[in-house]
Each structure stands twice: as structure tokens, then as C-alpha cells.
């Protein structure tokens, strides 16, 4: 379980409303009738996401951060994830990347990661993306097999929280006049 998750779904109703409004990200959801199967989040530039999420929802969305956890450690990882998108990493990356990638447990093997990666890849390339970074948690096997399997190719790694390595990806989106093989992506998934 992820810092983000831990924050409540108050406040990660907001943090996505406020994603899904800005022209710089963009999110998919699978569902299957009444249920979200899964969901896909992509950004052009982090930096510019988080800085509107702070000037549409950032003041009224701090109450429902701080009623979840007035603890230290829960400000500390607030403060960690807000600051990552200015880290500096050994390679140079691109400002584009998914921000956040999740199959419900009773939907995982069943095409739903693969179809909405595709869509992400086809988002991109339809804003004529080239490339962009992925970051996984290091012990996140299953994720990087599925990164992997579609091509992404480790660039670097990274302490977004103090004691939490992290992997950073580079993944090449294919090019307009290139299909995406939807089979070799994420077969792990």
C-alpha cells in the first residue's frame, strides 16, 4: 500500500479530480459494470500537475490530508512526494510519465493493465510524446516485469521516500506510423 493511498479516499478524490481537470495529465478506467477494474494516470510535465493540483485543490484539500494523519512521518512522505518531481537523477529523463498505475486484485491477468497501458501509449503518441519515465518501488517485481516485457529500459534509481528505493524506467513510445503489440506488452501483467 502506497503513501497516496494512505492519505484516505477524500482526499484522493480531489488529488485525481483535480488531475483529471488539468491539461497536463490525463487518466483511463477500466470498469466492468459497476466496478473500476483499474485505472492509468499519465502527465506531460509532473511539476506542472502538482503545481495545479496545489492552485485548484491544494488549500481545501489540506484539511482532509491532516484529519487522516497529523503524524510526522505522514507529513514527512506529504512533503517527499511534493518534492520529487525537482529531484535530480543521474540520467536525463523526460517530464513525462505515469503517475500512477493500479488493476484491482479480481481483474489482475485478464488483459485489463494491458489495455489500459495501450491507451496511455496511444494518448501520447496522439500528443506526439517520444518518451517517458515510469518509477516503481524496488521490490514492485511484478510491475517491472510488466514495464519491461513492453520495452522500458532502467535509466536510474531513485529515493523518493527516505529508505525506499525506487526504479525510474525510460520507455520509447512508438511512433505514429508503429502498432503497439499489446501481446509482448506486459505478458507479466
Do not use: M
Not at 511539476?47 to 485543490?57: G, N, P, T, W
Amino acid at each position: 500500500r502506497g503513501f497516496l493511498t494512505s492519505s484516505g479516499p477524500a482526499f484522493l478524490t480531489r488529488l485525481y479530480q483535480s488531475i483529471a481537470a488539468t491539461p497536463h495529465a490525463f487518466v483511463y478506467a477500466a470498469f466492468d459494470r459497476d466496478d473500476v477494474a483499474g485505472f492509468i494516470c499519465g502527465s506531460f510535465d509532473t511539476r506542472k500537475v502538482y503545481r495545479s493540483f496545489l492552485l485548484r485543490a491544494g488549500l481545501p484539500s489540506l484539511p482532509l490530508l491532516l484529519r487522516k494523519s497529523l503524524s510526522t512521518r505522514h507529513i514527512r512522505r506529504f512533503w517527499e512526494t511534493w518534492r520529487y518531481p525537482s529531484q535530480r537523477v543521474a540520467a536525463e529523463l523526460p517530464p513525462a510519465e505515469i503517475l500512477n498505475f493500479c488493476v484491482s486484485g479480481s481483474f489482475q491477468r485478464r488483459g485489463v493493465g494491458r489495455q489500459l497501458f495501450a491507451a496511455l501509449v496511444e494518448e501520447y503518441r496522439r500528443r506526439q510524446v517520444s518518451e517517458i519515465k515510469i518509477v516503481t518501488g524496488v521490490h514492485q517485481h511484478s510491475a517491472q516485469r510488466f514495464y519491461e516485457a513492453g520495452g522500458a529500459k532502467l535509466a536510474s534509481r531513485i529515493e523518493i521516500h527516505r529508505g525506499d528505493e525506487s526504479l525510474v524506467y525510460r520507455f520509447a513510445i512508438p511512433s505514429l506510423g508503429c502498432t503497439l503489440d499489446s501481446n509482448r506488452v506486459l505478458q507479466a501483467a
